[in-house]
């Protein structure tokens, strides 16, 4: 079946550190997202790319790229971890239909905890 | 500044009782909306969809929408425990493409 999945679930790290974090999805889908969601404040967009080489900043980017070198994967870096980034981040993803009617699924979430 | 607005709730019904849950949005653009489902330390799982004005049913879910009032409701019926969870409201701008913009969700507690 197909599916969308990140890793690694859970990260510890310090602050300063580079940090990655994967998705992978296997649907095929042009469209990929990057949210962090934090209580109070809901679902935010990081970044989200449109297809192969195309990234576009969302709402809360600074601090965080992207890049999206092929259609299955759209890793999220943070440059320099800050205690503010420990979050949970969730990646999404949608296929293209007419009307903006694409249901968007979502992986499954890694919790950064930045010390 | 696009804005989707909920309760945060808590909201508490009794099992067997309907549950209303309802959004705001602020702009008038918007052409797709969506109600996801979280469960506590899980991933949102959409459970509706909505396009035009009017009422959509599935199942024990009605999706309600007012686009001149800028307001969409989720309606569940004969509410069950496993349907405590957080409800998002999501809004999405233009016709396609485009990311959702969430709302800060309500939370759902049902009693047996």
């Known amino acids: 079946d197909a599916e969308i999945t990140q890793s690694p679930r859970h990260k510890i790290t310090e602050t300063g550190r580079q940090v990655t974090l994967a998705c992978h999805q296997t649907w095929n889908h042009n469209n990929m997202f990057w949210y962090r969601q934090d209580l109070g404040h809901g679902l935010r967009l990081i970044h989200y790319s449109y297809g192969v080489h195309d990234t576009n900043k969302g709402e809360v980017s600074d601090g965080y790229s992207v890049s999206r070198s092929n259609t299955e994967d759209l890793p999220l870096t943070l440059e320099s971890a800050a205690s503010s980034q420990t979050s949970v981040y969730f990646c999404?993803?949608?296929?293209?239909?007419?009307?903006?009617?694409?249901?968007?699924?979502f992986g499954p979430g890694t919790r950064l905890l930045v010390l | 500044q696009k804005e989707v607005e909920q309760n945060s709730g808590p909201l508490s019904v009794p099992e067997g009782a309907i549950a209303s849950l309802n959004c705001t949005y602020s702009d008038r653009v918007s052409q797709s909306f969506f109600w996801y489902r979280q469960y506590s330390g899980k991933s949102p799982e959409l459970i509706m969809s909505?396009?035009?004005?009017g009422d959509k049913e599935d199942g024990r879910f009605t999706a309600q929408l007012n686009k001149a009032s800028q307001y969409v409701s989720l309606l569940i019926r004969d509410s069950q425990p496993s349907d405590s969870a957080t409800y998002l409201c999501?809004?999405?701008?233009?016709?396609?493409?485009?990311?959702?913009?969430f709302g800060k969700g309500t939370t759902l507690s049902v009693s047996s």
């Open positions: 909505i396009y035009s004005n």
């Open positions: 999404a993803s949608s296929g293209g239909l007419a009307g903006g009617r694409e249901t968007q699924y």
């Open positions: 999501a809004v999405r701008l233009t016709q396609a493409g485009t990311a959702l913009i």
